[in-house]
């Protein structure tokens, strides 16, 4: 199995290096970048990777905040920091929240393989989480769909998924349930819910299912409502996303960015976003990217690098595993497909 990795580092070129240092490893793929801290921890509540791979310091939110959010949460996300800081409090720190891997730059390759090695073998041995995760998106995106009773029997079936791993591990079990609270809010404006619904240690099985059954009522309330006055007004602003995306698709585009534009929180945006699409938003982009290089291909005067360079991709080799997972050939075989 390729193990998805998120690459967190403010300057551009160091991200480059770390994409082929990742690429070239042939266990982990690189699923999305981000600049910042921040950002980093929109992009996971999107794509959920199993490996994070950060900088400490950056603008905005730096390495050490978002090693704390993962932590917090409760995310089993493997994280590797490379800092050009031998700072003995910013690895005690980044410890405390799970952090085992502190390397420093310049960093070499085989100090990171070495390091991703030991990462993988803790992967190995853990629950997996993703699967869990693609269960609650897959419940929250039929919400919308489903009458009561096909609602009810949903909700169950999921209850009885997460509680499987209750004795395994209760803290993922604690921070997957936090996740189905995150993803059934992010279905409607913050505002529509008086209070954010919090869960703790404390909470027994019942207790639990019952906060979230009353909460999904909440939302369902709203939802329904709101989609009985989005029928009189104007399309979802979703499509102006689209379109933005199929015009400009070359350029770097945040979630933050998408949020203002939309005027929503991120999550929210994420949440819209992937109901309107069918995908998420970094996906949607590689989509738009990789159908307009299928285009440039078939210019014979363009360089493979080149049609990786103007659809938007930092290396070459991240450009042609995504064109491979994607057309199951690689650009070059493509080509030759199409006789040239």
Not at 103 to 120: D, F, S, T
Not at 176 to 183: A, E, G, N, P, S
Request: aromatic content about 8%; some cysteine; hydrophobic content about 40%.
């Amino acid at each position: 199995m390729t193990n998805s990795v998120l690459i967190v580092e403010d300057e551009p070129w160091l991200r480059k290096e770390l994409i082929e240092m990742i690429e070239r490893t042939g266990s982990c793929k690189v699923i999305a970048e981000a600049r910042d801290g921040e950002e980093a921890w929109n992009i996971i509540q999107d794509t959920w990777p199993a490996i994070v791979i950060t900088d400490i310091m950056m603008p905005k939110r730096d390495g050490l905040w978002l090693v704390t959010q993962i932590g917090t949460q409760r995310l089993p996300i493997q994280t590797i920091i490379v800092s050009g800081y031998d700072n003995f409090n910013y690895a005690r720190t980044a410890m405390r929240y799970g952090v085992k891997e502190y390397l420093l730059k310049p960093l070499q390759q085989e100090e990171l393989l070495k390091a991703l090695e030991r990462i993988l073998v803790q992967i190995s041995e853990q629950v997996d989480w993703q699967k869990y995760v693609r269960m609650i998106e897959d419940y929250v995106d039929g919400l919308a769909l489903w009458n009561e009773e096909t609602s009810t029997e949903k909700l169950s079936q999921l209850y009885r998924e997460l509680d499987v791993i209750k004795h395994i591990n209760s803290e993922l079990r604690l921070g997957l349930y936090r996740i189905v609270i995150d993803k059934l809010s992010n279905l409607v404006d913050s505002s529509a819910l008086a209070t954010p619904l919090a869960i703790n240690e404390t909470f027994t099985d019942e207790q639990l299912h019952a906060q979230i059954r009353q909460h999904i009522l909440r939302v369902k309330a709203h939802m329904d409502k709101a989609v009985s006055l989005n029928a009189k007004v104007q399309p979802s602003p979703m499509e102006a996303v689209c379109k933005l995306i199929d015009k400009q698709f070359r350029r770097t585009f945040t979630l933050d960015e998408m949020a203002e534009l939309t005027q929503r929180s991120v999550s929210r945006f994420c949440s819209e976003f992937k109901r309107y699409t069918g995908k998420t938003f970094i996906n949607y982009v590689n989509g738009v990217r990789l159908d307009k290089a299928k285009e440039l291909l078939l210019m014979p005067d363009l360089r493979i690098y080149d049609v990786a360079d103007l659809v938007g991709y930092t290396t070459l080799s991240y450009f042609n595993r995504m064109f491979k997972e994607a057309e199951g050939m690689s650009p070059n075989e493509f080509r030759k497909l199409h006789g040239l």
